[in-house]
């Protein structure tokens, strides 16, 4: 269905658990937070019957989030489930340290995608980044995705300041040397991240470019009838030799919220419109029902009242939550 603005909102981003195995300094506390008990996040069965009327309201994207999805039990099995709805696409997104156990599993349920995130190649970084976490389990994990099949794979970096230059060139190689595409990510000012400046994509096009050589945009239909990528808010383009694509996201330099076609479900049950309000439609009461009319009004009227851009530079909504509690 159709916003107030026009948009066709046609992906949904589904957080099925709070709870992460990593704590990066941009996205938790050092001490982590208090997990949320089993009982408070929604069941299995409601994320799928949610997912249903998602399905039927014109959604045909779902993207498994969390915190850490994998870590959740039985998240293999809900993706099995999800792809059995009609017309409907499912990817996941994660830290990738569980994929190389995982991916086999998942390429069987069907899943469709994957974006595994990672901010530097360089095991020391990636140990004070995370706080903790093993890179090399990471790079297991994208190759473990490519060899079992996963037919599309992503890389998702979110460069902190001036001096990750290098962190960029090492993973933008990911996609010189294996058959996945590469997305840079603008650092939002969201939780833990407004303590951080982030690089503007801009630049981080310059230092590809001077290390690489030209990046030369591809055209839109390109990106989903010929390589299978979406229209997504990525801006895609190829260097020389390269086997995959480089994109850039810019939320913060260049705004794509007219395009913006997504919502996000949390974990507990709050329909979110925007990534930079606090506010939503929680659809619990609605599945107390015994019949979906409810959960169909509350989710078009959450469509309908979907804001018609974010405002990160001037508004700063300490109330906006933190990135493993929206699912990102």
């Known amino acids: 269905m159709r916003d107030r603005f026009g948009r066709e909102i046609g992906?949904?981003?589904?957080?099925?658990?709070?709870?992460?195995?990593?704590?990066?300094?941009?996205?938790m506390p050092e001490s982590g937070v208090k997990s949320l008990r089993h009982a408070d996040i929604l069941s299995y069965e409601n994320i799928l019957r949610i997912c249903r009327v998602f399905a039927a309201l014109g959604i045909r994207k779902l993207r498994v989030t969390g915190g850490e999805?994998?870590?959740?039990?039985?998240?293999?099995?809900?993706?099995?489930s999800l792809k059995k709805l009609e017309g409907v696409?499912?990817?996941?997104?994660?830290?990738?340290?569980?994929?190389?156990?995982?991916?086999?599993?998942?390429?069987?349920?069907?899943?469709d995608g994957v974006n595994i995130s990672l901010d530097t190649r360089d095991p020391s970084a990636y140990f004070r980044l995370t706080r903790g976490g093993d890179v090399r389990r990471v790079l297991a994990g994208i190759d473990a995705a490519v060899e079992t099949g996963i037919p599309q794979v992503k890389v998702n970096c979110v460069p902190l300041g001036e001096d990750s230059r290098e962190d960029v060139l090492q993973v933008a190689a990911l996609a010189r040397d294996r058959a996945v595409h590469v997305r840079f990510i603008e650092m939002m000012p969201i939780g833990p991240g407004t303590a951080f400046v982030g690089v503007d994509n801009r630049r981080l096009r310059q230092w590809l470019e001077r290390?690489?050589?030209?990046?030369?945009?591809?055209?839109?239909?390109?990106?989903?009838?010929?390589?299978?990528?979406?229209?997504?808010?990525?801006?895609?383009?190829?260097?020389?030799?390269?086997?995959?694509?480089?994109?850039?996201?810019?939320?913060?330099?260049?705004?794509?919220c007219e395009k913006c076609n997504r919502i996000r479900l949390t974990s507990t049950g709050l329909l979110r419109t925007c990534l930079n309000r606090s506010d939503g439609v929680s659809l619990l009461p609605a599945l107390s029902d015994l019949n979906d009319s409810r959960l169909f009004a509350d989710i078009r009227g959450a469509i309908l009242e979907k804001p018609e851009r974010h405002d990160f530079v001037t508004q700063k909504e300490a109330a906006r939550g933190t990135m493993f509690k929206i699912g990102g």
């Open 89 to 111: 696409s499912v990817t996941l997104t994660t830290n990738g340290l569980l994929l190389p156990e995982k991916a086999r599993e998942l390429r069987d349920a069907g899943l």
């Open 211 to 256: 290390e690489y050589g030209d990046w030369t945009p591809l055209e839109e239909s390109l990106k989903k009838e010929s390589l299978n990528i979406g229209y997504g808010p990525a801006r895609y383009g190829s260097l020389t030799g390269f086997q995959g694509k480089i994109g850039f996201i810019s939320p913060i330099s260049d705004c794509f």
């Open 69 to 80: 999805p994998l870590v959740r039990k039985g998240a293999v099995g809900l993706i099995a």
């Open 11 to 27: 992906y949904a981003r589904i957080s099925i658990t709070d709870r992460c195995n990593l704590r990066c300094v941009y996205c």
